[in-house]
């Protein structure tokens, strides 16, 4: 999940799998994959970087291989 800031101060969670589209109109507006729009405050950019930082998260192994020779 990422967390957004709606125009009125108000803080919420997303899950980034939803976001189908970002907008720069001035307002940043966030439209949903079931067409639900939310206008937040964070920048496009912004909300790009933590959809990347989600989807390393997300996606890490959960274990490490063992050092070799182990």
Request: glycine share 2%; net charge negative.
């Amino acid at each position: 999940m990422i967390e957004l800031t709606r125009i009125n101060g108000s803080r919420f969670f997303v899950n980034p799998d939803q976001i189908m589209t970002v907008e720069e109109t001035p307002d940043t507006v966030v439209t949903l994959i079931n067409h639900e729009r939310f206008i937040v405050t964070e920048k496009a950019a912004t909300i790009a970087a933590a959809y990347e930082a989600y989807k390393a998260r997300t996606h890490q192994p959960s274990f490490k291989p063992c050092p070799e020779g182990s």
